[in-house]
């Protein structure tokens, strides 16, 4: 009994679906713009040698500095995200949700 519940949490997963991915690399985000349904998920994937960024959306989302990692945000209303990095402002891209 105990094997088949732990083969059915194996099976479980709490983190969402993936929608749309954006790498940090080369000191910008790609794709600058993605376009997700209303409750899909973006994944950043900091992947810039090292080097720290942030991303960033005023009173929306904030992934903390990170220089090797990923960060996830589920969007669950409609709209542009103009995101951008605090640490490097040139930095920007757009989530459309809808």
Known sequence: MAVSI????????????????????????????????????????????????????????DSGVNGDSTFRFTFDTPGDVEYHCSIHPYMSGTVHVG
């Open 6 to 61: 732990l083969a059915f949490a194996a099976g479980c997963s709490s983190e969402p679906d993936i929608d749309a991915t954006v790498l940090i690399s080369n000191v910008r985000f790609d794709p600058q713009e993605v376009s997700i349904p209303v409750g899909g998920t973006v994944e950043w994937h900091f992947d810039d040698g090292g080097l720290l960024h942030e991303v960033h959306a005023d009173g929306v989302f």
